[in-house]
């Protein structure tokens, strides 16, 4: 099993609240991802970082920032959530090179 | 073309049928694919890794043809557990070129029926 974690699994908030959504792992990966999964749908690269202090858009533009100060540890953040902004938020990792990601248990945000 | 597209799906089989999906991918220089499996509200997990021809692993065999540009993962025997969403997955570059990321393709939905 895969060491990376998300938190809150679940999340109900109003409109207007700033959110951070947590992502760790424990198993030293340089690269982590940020994806948006509606329910039934793909899944789209939001962010993405292959070390500290390295942070890239993704192909989905996201009102969301990321920021990468520690290896382990790639947060997620919204300013001021909107019901658009209702969906999975899936977090992985993987080492340098041509490797395979490990995914993280996802947060299923709700924005009311 | 897309930078990978898989078959739309779904696909409906009986328990104990062969099924096989299809993937093809844009950038001829990939050098290594992935097969996953997303279960319903879960997260993906790696089912095959794909370096060279082919993997086999028990009732999964991932096959990969460089020169049309496609992997193919086929499923033997198949099992209800095997119901699942299969998500094909190319490492492209990034923008400036420097590192790569993930690239999944849409999925495609099995069902296996009793």
């Known amino acids: 099993e895969a060491d990376i974690y998300q938190t809150p699994r679940y999340l109900v908030i109003g409109t207007g609240k700033k959110i951070t959504l947590e992502c760790s792992q424990t198993m030293g990966h340089d690269k982590m991802y940020w994806y948006q999964q509606d329910p039934g749908m793909e899944l789209h690269l939001i962010h993405y970082?292959?070390?500290?202090?390295?942070?890239e858009k993704g192909d989905l533009s996201s009102e969301s920032t990321v920021s990468r100060i520690r290896t382990e540890h790639f947060p997620l953040t919204l300013e001021s959530a909107r019901p658009s902004h209702t969906s999975q938020y899936l977090c992985?990792?993987?080492?340098?090179?041509?490797?395979?990601?490990?995914f993280g248990q996802g947060t299923r945000l709700t924005v009311v | 073309r897309k930078e990978v597209e898989q078959d739309p799906g779904p696909f409906n089989v009986p328990e104990g049928a062969t099924v096989a999906f299809n993937c093809t991918y844009s950038n001829s220089a990939s050098q290594s694919f992935f097969w996953y499996r997303q279960d319903c509200r879960k997260e993906p997990k790696l089912l095959m890794s794909?370096?060279?021809s082919g993997n086999e692993d028990g009732r999964f065999t991932a096959q990969l043809n460089r020169a049309s540009q496609y992997i193919s993962l086929l499923i033997r025997d198949s099992k209800l557990s095997d119901s699942a969403t299969y998500l094909c997955v190319v490492p492209s570059r990034n923008s400036g070129g420097s590192n790569y990321k993930l690239t999944f393709g849409k999925g495609t939905l099995l069902t296996v029926n009793p």
């Open positions: 794909v370096y060279s």
């Open positions: 970082s292959y070390g500290v202090n390295s942070t």
């Open positions: 992985a990792s993987a080492i340098q090179g041509l490797t395979e990601a490990f």
